[in-house]
């Protein structure tokens, strides 16, 4: 029987965590035995990010294992903050750390956007091996229209969900705060907030505070609550800097939710014009200077007039691009060919 090692082992929320379960169910129904150790006699490797153990890299290499190596963002934020030193060291080594395993471990590379192999082939220059773009895939039947969710018809719902706006994601907060504001000026309804993430509680307080919209902190929600979240919002705020490829953002357009906006990170590969409205940032992203709100809010206002248009063409973009089956059966064929 084929089998697959995937390293590291990662537990609790965020994008890796979602990633390997996701991919690990495909195997499986495919019949592939998922395994966690790299010297459990297996067919492929796959590095998700880095692994500190390079020995296990060593090793699959000398017994001709194939090394798949997915890559993320790069660490960045740290260098524009006051960081604490063992934080800022820590992120840097981590950075080395894959970009060694990248450049003399890996047989494929695989980048989870067009972003992501820009940003990296910038940094650290082309790979010598062969490399591709795999998008994120979503459960196109558990991430849909239907189901409980329902819209208020009394206000305008704004939806975050994201793993976490701490450690420099802290902005994203007061994007999506400014964006409500604005658009509470412009259009008739009333708005509100909803924010599906870990935020410190000094931000909570804040917000709660200081907003002139309501700001619902719901904190991390379990994975089967998103989809009924994401049916009852009128549209979804990427309010990730730089976003490698998120998958809240594919799971609102799952589920028939338009996505807004900057054009930066992979947002704009991924949201098509009749799925959302991505705008230009007004500025650098890498500078964290201030994005154009009021641009913004114009374009979301003008999305509102026609929701169901917006709506549908969120979920037929999910339904052409990111179905889990298919992101699965790439990833088969960089691991085993």
Sequence with gaps: MTRISIVPRVHGVGGMVSFRDKLTAGLQKRGIQVSNDPDDDCDALLVIAGTRDVGQLRRARKYGVRVAHRLDGINWLHRKHRTPLRLYFRAEMGNLLLAFIRRFY???????????????????????????????????????????????????????????????????????????????????????????????????EYWKNHSRVPVNFLGVVPLERIPELDRSAHFYFSAEINPPCPNSVIEAMACGLPVAGFEMGSL??????????????????????????????????QMLTDLPRYRNGARARAESAFGLDSMVEKYLEVLLG
Excluded: C
């Design 106 to 204: 890996a047989d494929r590379v695989v980048y989870q956007s067009g972003f992501i192999q820009r940003w990296w082939e910038d940094w650290y220059g082309r790979t010598r091996v062969p490399s591709q773009v795999i998008h994120n895939g979503v459960d196109l039947e558990r991430y849909s229209p239907f189901g409980p969710g329902e819209r208020p018809k009394d206000r305008i719902r704004i939806m975050v969900v994201e793993g976490s706006l701490t450690h420099g994601q802290e902005v994203g907060l007061s994007w999506a705060a400014s964006l409500a504001e604005k658009l509470k000026e412009i259009q008739p309804l009333p708005v509100e907030l909803v924010i599906a993430a870990e935020v410190a509680e000094n931000q909570k």
């Design 268 to 301: 704009p590969e991924l949201v098509t014009p009749e799925a959302g409205k991505v705008v230009p940032y007004g500025g650098s992203p890498w500078k964290l200077e201030p994005p154009d709100i009021p641009g913004l809010a114009a374009a979301v206002t």
